[in-house]
């Protein structure tokens, strides 16, 4: 069974630049993949960041970014703020109309 | 402006049934690819179903057989009837809106989740 696969955690001081990354259990990522990626704060529903590997939502500031790196989709966020301190997800398309999120990523603004 | 407004959660025993609702606004459902997200309390998000503007649907292999997403234009709104429930499937319920987002003209086009419901709970315990 194919796992998408997240950093549990991750911690970036203010100001600084952090990248996520989001892999498979078999595997590599490609933008076969179509990935996208979700910030969610405690008790609200998800928001869109990026889809499509590097396309960015309506309203999201270019201080987040999306590529592949290597064998893995990845989310940059550059200048990190207070109010990027919540969860990060990502989803990758495995064809046949079927989506898969991947564990989440817990970051730490500190 | 595009409102997702879902209902119908609440507490059900162990192998009991229940209808979710996410009645829309601001856009026609039949048009558009909708799907529904679950988390359940303190996890991570997951993709359980989406019925394409086509009426193509899909589910994930934990709710295959036992949920099924359909929708009614006349009311503009989706449901997701859940049988066969376990606890397991406790999880706030998320409707959400969907683009395609890449090859528009396969036969199950990518997508990602652009608008969000609240959410709805569905707790299952005896």
């Known amino acids: 069974q194919t796992v998408v696969t997240q950093e549990p955690s991750f911690s970036v001081s203010p100001g600084g630049t952090v990248t996520l990354t989001c892999g498979l259990s078999s595997g590599s990522v490609s933008t076969s993949y179509y990935p996208n990626w979700y910030q969610q704060t405690p008790g609200q529903a998800p928001r869109t960041l990026i889809y499509n590997t590097n396309t960015r939502s309506s309203g999201v500031p270019d201080r987040f970014s999306g590529s592949i790196l290597g064998n893995k989709a990845a989310l940059t966020i550059t200048g990190a703020q207070a109010d990027d301190d919540c969860d990060y997800y990502c989803?990758?398309?495995?064809?046949?109309?079927?989506?898969?999120f991947g564990g989440g990523t817990k970051l730490t603004v500190l | 402006e595009v409102q997702l407004v879902e209902s119908g959660g609440g507490l059900v025993q162990p192998g009991g049934s229940l209808r979710l609702s996410c009645a829309a606004s601001g856009f026609t459902v039949s048009n558009n690819y909708m799907t529904w997200v679950r988390q359940a309390p303190g996890k991570g998000l997951e993709w359980v179903s989406i019925i394409y503007s086509g009426g193509r649907t899909y589910y994930a292999d934990s709710v295959k057989g036992r949920f099924t997403i359909s929708r009614d234009n006349s009311k503009n709104t989706v449901y997701l009837q859940m049988n066969s429930l376990r606890a397991e499937d406790t999880a706030v319920y998320y409707c959400?809106?969907?683009?395609?987002?890449?090859?528009?003209?396969?036969?199950?086009?990518?997508?990602?989740?652009?608008?969000w419901g609240q959410g709805t709970l569905v707790t299952v315990s005896s």
């Open positions: 989803v990758l398309y495995m064809g046949s109309g079927i989506s898969l």
């Open positions: 959400a809106r969907a683009y395609c987002g890449g090859d528009c003209y396969s036969k199950q086009p990518p997508y990602y989740f652009h608008y």
